[in-house]
């Protein structure tokens, strides 16, 4: 049965839906970071400018974020409903190794993507906020949500963020899983002896 709750009713949700030792035991094997771009890498809004230019706002703790991900030698990279040159451009900045844009099927890019470069699914990491992201959240290894999802997608949440779209949700599941790989320390130490 599927409950949706008021928004902002967070009724008792735990942090993780998995044990502690299952959610540590997935995080140990995910190698890839899958995201959506609006509401998760952005706070969700689109300032459309009079000349139809597109602006859209990214967080640079998110960009630091994909930095130590990549750092760290992991893959990375979107699958978004809409098509946008400011996601184009902050992809190329980040150097996502995917990026899959104006996507109404995203079930059917995870599954070519986890064909094309060898991966499982549970090695798979995904961080949706609504319904159109179901299709990639349900089938991965970790499904992570920000703060302010639609209540509708928390029954399949491995993980309730408490950081919103667009304010660092990426970097918060960044920091999550490579502290539970163990890897934080030694790449925080890296900026350290710079």
Not at 104 to 114: C, P, S, T, V
Not at 145 to 160: E, G, L, Q, T, W
Request: charged share 25%.
């Amino acid at each position: 049965m599927l409950i949706i709750y008021a928004k902002g009713d967070q009724k008792q949700m735990n942090r993780t839906q998995k044990s502690p030792q299952a959610f540590k035991d997935a995080c140990l094997n995910i190698k890839m970071l899958l995201f959506d771009c609006d509401g998760v890498l952005t706070d969700g809004r689109i300032i459309l400018g009079s000349s139809g230019m597109e602006v859209k706002c990214f967080s640079t703790t998110d960009g630091m974020g994909l930095k130590l991900w990549r750092t760290a030698g992991f893959l990375s990279g979107s699958i978004t409903g809409r098509s946008s040159d400011a996601l184009s451009k902050r992809a190329e900045e980040l150097k996502f190794d995917e990026l899959h844009q104006g996507i109404a099927r995203k079930g059917a890019i995870l599954e070519e993507i986890l064909h094309r470069r060898g991966l499982k699914a549970d090695e798979v990491a995904y961080i949706g906020d609504d319904v159109n992201d179901l299709p990639v959240g349900a089938r991965v290894g970790l499904f992570f949500v920000p703060a302010n999802h639609h209540p509708v997608i928390r029954p399949y949440a491995d993980y309730i963020l408490d950081s919103s779209g667009g304010h660092g949700v990426i970097r918060e599941t960044v920091d999550i899983i490579l502290n539970h790989k163990g890897l934080m320390e030694g790449l925080v130490a890296d900026f350290l002896n710079d």
